[in-house]
């Protein structure tokens, strides 16, 4: 198991360099002049010189990408603007900070949103899904069915706009959803963000008990199932021992796939309800085309989905012995 | 002087054309009815009506604090403002936009500033100074003498040595978002060079401070509107003790009445009180909650349901210039239960379809263009009247002191465009069907008003040819002197209410990038507008702004003056005193209080 987790982890790392490397040459390629943002409006060609100079983009765009890169591991000096400290993703000329300070601000809040949001979809999403593949052909397999597909043709802007108006502005049954830190206050964390978990488990449980479902429906059809009802085991062991088992590859594929693409950046949902996530932070970044913080809300989107990713190849292993032994 | 202002308005435009094509009833957004940008007495109407905002001169009893209350204030509290940007800036040297100015109000004192005396009234009055200056020299050496009382955060006193190094220190080489008036006003237009600012130890000579309560500014030229000058957010103080160069932006030091407690950037903002800050020096600030709560990141359109929906902490929340979206608008308009919390105002800024004169060289024919400009059709996509009036000059009423209204090609009285007027000019020119090739900012909303410019100019026999330019290149494509276009839209703010701040700049030198964007170059405009700039008597030099306003449409023409927006604006139900800034367009922090 160690060996398999170390082969890809460092699968990861070089994937990770990859992305930042057409991220770098991708962005920094663009018109937009990081230096003149930096500068001001008014800003001598003297001035401009200077800026370049302090921002390391008078260098050729690889040795620019190679000191991005050492910065990660041993910080970077921004002459006349400031320090940052390994790990260094780099430094926002329009907050005037280093860019991982302000991601780590907003860290908490996207995985709160995440962590909350995923357990209310995964729990709604996979038991309506085995009720539906158990209840195969009748009323709830069909209710489920429709219900998940009207759910997964849902958009959140369209369900969160609507929450938004009749359960906070209109009825005022729910709070304006904001964000306060677990440590301060559980309630208060719990109810602020509410109602962005329950519009996106709207969107996402149809997707996880349609999978479910199917997957659960062909788990119940195998021989290894049918051999343990021949052998009198009670139907609930049958279910929850051998076919929820079968079921899970499935649920934990696109859980890690959905998890990254969150922690990556909820952009829509942070939108939508208006929370400081980084999901809010990528976008302001491209309005003010501040690249530094970009290129690191694309890193940090890149390595969610990519720890995922580890994470989800270990727990087949976990959860099929025959993936260890491959 | 130079492009800041330009790109200043240009990112209100973009702001602001973002909030479009509601459609509205109503007036047509010019009769006079009641004071502009009030929230009180506000009807159910769908449209409001506005008049121009008045500002005079105050005394050197006007410049005694503490501020005049708004009816029914009550202090303590705390307050949230939301909005969508934070600030780009908090070093006053750097700041020059709106946004920036506004909130510096809280942290920042100036010489001079703007005292609310009513509303709609408002009285240039000393700030930290005991009065608006005295000039002598024929207008070019100013005097200001500080108030008793002024303090820092930290209890020092401000003296005059450290609103000299404020001025010294807006000419070092970090300094680049600004007003550049004064600087260049003391030495040369290409100040920086004329002096590299104090960090080297060399002072400015024309700024003399012969006691820690007197300052003396020596200007190269008369200058009779300077006391409006120096109450620009710009010009606010940086206590030479404390001063850390380019972290100043950061961590600024307050000499108003209030401290940032804490502040995470694009997110939130506290403010406390400055223990320091004495009321009974300063007319002009209020400073009636006791804690502000800024919150940043949410759209137009969230701000306005928030607002709308007024519950829990919304009821003591207000925005600072979140204009309510179309998608809003009629609504916000409609419902008699907002009256009270809506607040209208239109535009202070100058809107233009400048015309290119190396290109379009007959007047007729831009007289043409003018009378057949279809106004009316342009306010409709717009939004109507609730979201745009249809003003005739190209000086501001609110942001000009004299304002004189006049009506050259009939746009009051045709507002769809005077066809037949267009067509009887064109006939006396060589080419009575021209083509024009009109360039304007790729939206939605700009779309629309092409489709209308098309469709009424092709009545009068203009063929346009529409040339759609991107948003983020718009000000340099039209920039460029060698363009390829006719005609297209840009705007500018004054910087102060004077005619001075206005024309000297959209007419001043043609070169690549400049606000001259209709190339106009005439000597005698140029030699009448160093003259009004020359004059001592500033009520004088008010009105000759005003007539050159007319005169230049009148003989030249260069331009067609374009619709003024109107923000419509809400605050929540348990915040007393708010009001749009009639010059600023934005809801001013002043008078701000919270009901209990």
Not at chain 1, 123 to 138: D, E, S, W
Not at chain 1, 209 to 231: G, H, N
Not at chain 2, 178 to 183: A, F, M, S
Request: a neutral charge; one cysteine or more; charged letters at 20%.
């Amino acid at each position: 198991m160690f060996r398999f987790i170390t082969r890809r982890t460092l699968g990861a790392v070089v994937t990770l360099l990859i992305i930042a490397a057409c991220t770098f040459f991708l962005f920094f390629a663009v018109p937009a002049d990081p230096a003149r943002l930096a500068c001001g409006k008014v800003c001598p060609p003297e001035l401009l010189e200077q800026a370049r100079h302090n921002l390391g983009l008078d260098q050729p765009l690889f040795v620019q990408f190679l000191t991005w890169v050492a910065g990660i591991f041993v910080g970077r000096d921004y002459e006349g603007l400031g320090n940052c400290a390994a790990p260094c993703l780099g430094f926002s000329f329009v907050n005037k900070a280093p860019v991982l300070d302000t991601i780590l601000d907003r860290m908490p809040l996207t995985v709160s949103l995440t962590i909350g949001a995923a357990i209310v979809f995964l729990l709604f999403g996979v038991a309506t899904g085995i009720v539906a593949a158990l209840r195969q052909g009748k009323a709830l397999d069909k209710i489920a069915s429709v219900s998940s597909l009207i759910g997964a043709s849902l958009q959140i802007y369209f369900v969160g706009t609507l929450a938004l108006y009749f359960l906070v502005y209109h009825n005022h049954i729910l709070r304006q959803p904001s964000y306060v830190p677990i440590t301060e206050n559980p309630l208060d964390w719990a109810m602020g963000l509410m109602l962005p978990w329950v519009v996106l488990a709207i969107i996402f449980t149809a997707n996880y008990t349609r999978m479910t479902r199917s997957t659960m429906v062909e788990q119940l059809s195998e021989d290894y199932v049918r051999t343990a009802r021949a052998k009198g085991m009670q139907n609930r062991s049958v279910v929850m021992r051998f076919a929820l088992r079968g079921t899970l590859i499935t649920i934990v594929t696109i859980l890690g796939v959905d998890l990254g693409t969150l922690i990556g950046g909820a952009i829509i949902t942070e939108q939508t309800f208006g929370l400081q996530g980084i999901g809010q932070l990528s976008i302001r970044a491209v309005w003010s085309s501040d690249l530094p913080m970009l290129m690191a809300t694309v890193m940090v989107a890149a390595g969610a989905i990519v720890v995922f990713n580890i994470i989800v190849d270990v727990l087949y292993a976990v959860i099929d012995p025959r993936v260890r032994l491959s | 002087m130079t492009v800041r202002k330009r790109s200043a308005v240009a990112v209100l435009a973009i702001g602001v054309l973002a909030v479009t094509s509601a459609c509205a009833e109503g007036n047509q957004g010019a009769p006079a009815a009641q004071p502009s940008g009030s929230s009180n007495g506000a009807s159910s109407a769908p449209a409001a009506a506005y008049k121009p905002a008045v500002i005079t001169q105050g005394t050197a009893e006007d410049s005694k604090g503490p501020a005049i209350p708004p009816e029914g204030v009550v202090k303590g509290g705390t307050v949230t403002m939301i909005d969508r940007d934070d600030f780009s800036h908090l070093d006053p040297a750097q700041i020059y936009v709106n946004t920036e100015a506004n909130f510096a109000r809280l942290i920042s004192r100036t010489l001079t500033g703007y005292k609310r005396v009513a509303k709609g009234e408002f009285k240039l009055v000393g700030d930290l100074a005991t009065d608006t200056g005295t000039q002598s020299d024929g207008g070019k050496t100013w005097k200001f003498t500080l108030k008793d009382g002024v303090k820092w955060q930290d209890g020092t006193p401000i003296t005059s040595a450290d609103v000299k190094w404020s001025m010294e220190r807006t000419f070092a080489p970090f300094v680049t978002q600004g007003p550049t008036y004064i600087q260049q006003w003391l030495t040369d237009v290409d100040f920086k060079k004329a002096y590299p600012g104090p960090y080297d130890g060399k002072e400015l000579d024309a700024i003399e401070t012969p006691d820690d309560k007197t300052i003396i500014y020596k200007f190269k030229t008369p200058h009779a509107d300077a006391a409006y000058a120096f109450a620009m957010a710009g010009y606010g103080i940086v206590p030479k003790a404390k001063d850390t160069k380019e972290q100043y932006d950061k961590e600024p030091v307050s000499s108003g009445p209030y401290i940032i407690k804490s502040h995470v950037v694009d997110k939130t903002m506290d403010l406390e009180r400055n223990p320091n800050w004495d009321p009974a020096t300063d007319p002009i600030r209020g400073a009636y909650p006791d804690k502000w709560h800024l919150e940043f990141g949410f759209e137009a359109l969230q701000v306005t349901d928030r607002l709308m929906a007024d519950s829990g902490a919304d009821q003591t929340a207000f925005t600072f210039y979140a204009s309510t979206p179309p998608e809003r608008l009629q609504q916000v308009l409609s419902d008699p239960n907002l009256a009270s919390r809506r607040m209208n105002s239109p535009s202070p800024y100058g809107n233009y379809y400048y015309f290119n004169l190396d290109r379009v060289k007959d007047p007729k024919v831009r007289q043409a263009i003018n009378y057949a400009w279809p106004s009316k059709q342009i306010q409709q996509v717009m939004g109507g009247p609730a979201a745009a009036a249809l003003p005739t000059t190209i000086l501001n009423e609110n942001t000009t002191v004299g304002y004189q209204s006049y009506d050259l090609f009939n746009k009051e009285t045709k507002p769809e465009g005077d066809v037949e007027k267009a067509k009887e000019l064109l006939a006396q020119t060589s080419t009575p069907t021209p083509t024009i090739v009109y360039a304007y900012n790729q939206t939605p909303v700009q779309e629309q008003v092409t489709v209308a410019i098309k469709s009424a100019l092709a009545k009068a026999g203009i063929n346009v040819v529409a040339k759609p330019l991107d948003r983020k290149t718009y000000y340099d494509s039209i920039g460029k002197l060698g363009n390829q276009f006719d005609m297209y839209w840009g705007g500018w703010g004054a910087d102060w209410p004077s005619g001075s701040t206005v024309l000297p700049i959209i007419f001043g030198p043609v070169a690549e990038g400049a606000p001259n964007y209709s190339h106009l170059k005439d000597p005698a405009l140029t030699a009448e507008m160093d003259k009004i700039t020359a004059m001592t008597d500033i009520d004088a030099a008010n009105a000759a702004w005003m007539a050159l306003d007319k005169k230049i449409q009148e003989t030249i023409t260069p331009l067609v003056v374009a619709e003024n927006r109107i923000a419509t604006m809400l605050h929540g139900s348990k915040v007393g005193g708010a009001e749009i800034d009639p010059q600023q367009w934005i809801v001013q922090p002043d008078t701000i209080f919270v009901k209990p």
